[in-house]
């Protein structure tokens, strides 16, 4: 039996990836007046008076909404909403398997940003976190912005800051390894679109200064004219050097290249070219911008794909269990910039100094220490800036 035969044998023999199973018997006349009517009043009335109880009395202090509308499918591209549940039912797997975390798919048809918000907005009651997924951009920006400002739970774009956390953890022990400082590194970022930006701003809150994007179009640059106003916000913070040009320029004398754009278009001269000890995280799936043997063979030191295949895999299953668990736990209003940096910070720390090497820069996304850990990092913030309020 092929691949693509198992798949579809593993989903039709399953009927979908995951269930609704009960928590409490419902097995005589006492359970059912307990569970539902008469008892259930009790807490519906306490939730009314109180509404912070519904995080004692209900299932909404451990699931998360998993939502798209299938505009941006893995590599698949705007398939729609019926076509990407498969995709959003392996995230509430994911969830389950790594945090413990209750996840349901909501796949929203329709391609109106507004529509789309007002729609999450009014079943937030339900949940305790919205994880916004496989959304194209520009509109994810929009989209995210607005159900931060009017959902009262967290809302995070995985697609976006799941990848920038993961990379920011791969590039601080990168440089630990190599003995850099990060404020004297060059970063070349290939693409530009919500994975990239979000990349751009966690490397900036790291400590990376110099850092220049590429797209399709070429450098991005300030006043480059066509800039969408996400991409311009952008490029007023990198690219200090004024380059203009295209993917080569930016990686010419470079400390780190990040590819977040498409298959094979970096050679190994583009790597030879780009400063000592070059580190090159070459994320395109399933074909990076440049495979890792061709890289070595450019001069590179440590290198790093989002392949399972390889060493150094830069997945997003690092970040948002985790994440999720420690602002659930804390009962965090909002994920923040700051968390999203502890986060990549304690990710990195599972590394230590003895075990840190070229191709171990990140630990393995089935390494258990991890969710515990970025849960960890991630309350620790939460609980801060709660008693700053």
């Known amino acids: 039996m092929d691949f ?74 705007d398939i729609g909403a019926d076509a990407s549940l498969p995709v959003m039912e392996g995230k509430c797997i994911l969830f389950k398997r790594f945090a413990g975390i209750d996840a349901f798919p909501i796949c929203v048809d329709t391609k109106d940003p507004d529509l789309f918000i007002d729609t999450v907005c009014r079943i937030q009651s339900s949940f305790g ?43 601080i022990n990168a440089f630990r390894l190599l003995k850099k400082e990060p404020s004297e590194a060059r970063v070349a970022v290939s693409g530009a679109g919500a994975a990239a930006q979000s990349v751009v701003r966690l490397l900036f809150a790291a400590g990376f200064r110099e850092i220049s994007m590429c797209d399709i179009e070429g450098v991005v640059y300030e006043g480059r004219p066509g800039l969408n106003p996400a991409l311009a916000e952008i490029a007023a913070l990198t690219n200090r050097g004024g380059i203009h040009g295209g993917l080569a320029d930016i990686m010419e004398g470079a400390d780190l290249f990040v590819g977040l754009s498409a298959p094979g278009i970096v050679s190994s001269d583009m790597i030879r070219r780009m400063n000592r000890d ?22 590179a030191r440590i290198i790093g794909t989002g392949r399972s295949d390889y060493p150094n895999q830069i997945n997003n299953v690092l970040a948002f269990p985790g994440i999720f668990r420690g602002a659930l736990d804390a009962r965090a209003p909002a994920i923040t910039e700051e968390m999203k940096l502890a986060a990549a910070k304690g990710i990195a720390a599972l590394v230590d100094d003895g075990e840190l090497r070229e191709e171990y820069i990140i630990p393995d996304v089935f390494d258990s220490r991890v969710c515990a850990t970025v849960a960890r990092y991630v309350s620790e913030i939460a609980a801060k800036n709660a008693t700053c309020e």
């Not at 008469?38 to 509404?51: E, S």
């Not at 070459?282 to 450019?298: D, F, L, Q």
């Open 4 to 77: 693509e035969e198992k798949v579809r044998l593993l989903h039709r023999r399953h009927g979908g990836k995951i269930e609704v199973n009960t928590k409490v018997p419902v097995e005589s006349r006492e359970d059912l007046s307990l569970a539902y009517t008469p008892g259930v009043a009790i807490p519906c009335l306490d939730i009314m008076r109180r509404p912070d109880a519904i995080y004692d009395y209900t299932s909404k202090s451990n699931l998360v909404a998993v939502v798209t509308n299938g505009t941006a499918v893995l590599g698949l591209g």
């Open 129 to 171: 976190g919205i994880n916004l997924e496989d959304i194209k951009a520009p509109e994810c920006f929009y989209i995210e912005r607005e159900l931060k400002r009017r959902c009262n739970i967290p809302v995070f774009h995985d697609d976006q800051h799941g990848t920038a956390i993961v990379v920011a953890a791969a590039a």
């Open 278 to 299: 070059p580190v090159v995280f070459a994320m395109a799936n399933p074909t990076p911008e440049i495979m890792p043997e061709e890289a070595k063979a450019g001069g």
